[in-house]
């Protein structure tokens, strides 16, 4: 992953977590699940399992995938509750992105927008 050889990284690492579905899913409550069984046959301690989240979170963003990357974030904070992972502040980036968008105006031929058009956050 230091490599900066994102695709490859995620190739290697999708196998193991159960493929990219699995980490595109809105999972609610089951965070217990996904982060119990995250890299579960590898034998690694959480810190390390952790560590790998939060790197794979990391590639996730650089290619522009952030509900896995958001799932990965969490799977790494209730792994290792101690180690900051960035959960918050992504999460808020993400929020800031859709509000964003919804006042983005829509160009058509018509005048009328069916939002409200404002400037950006």
Known sequence: ??????????SALMPLVGG??????EYGGNLKYLGDEFLYSTLLPNKDR??????????FRKVDAPVPALTLLRISQYLDPSTQSGLAAFEAQQKRAAENEMRRPVITKNLEQERNVRPRL
């Open 50 to 59: 952790a560590r790998i989240a939060r790197e794979a979170a990391a590639i």
């Open 20 to 25: 990219r579905q699995k980490l595109e899913q």
């Open 1 to 10: 992953m230091a490599l900066n050889r994102n695709q490859t990284a995620l």
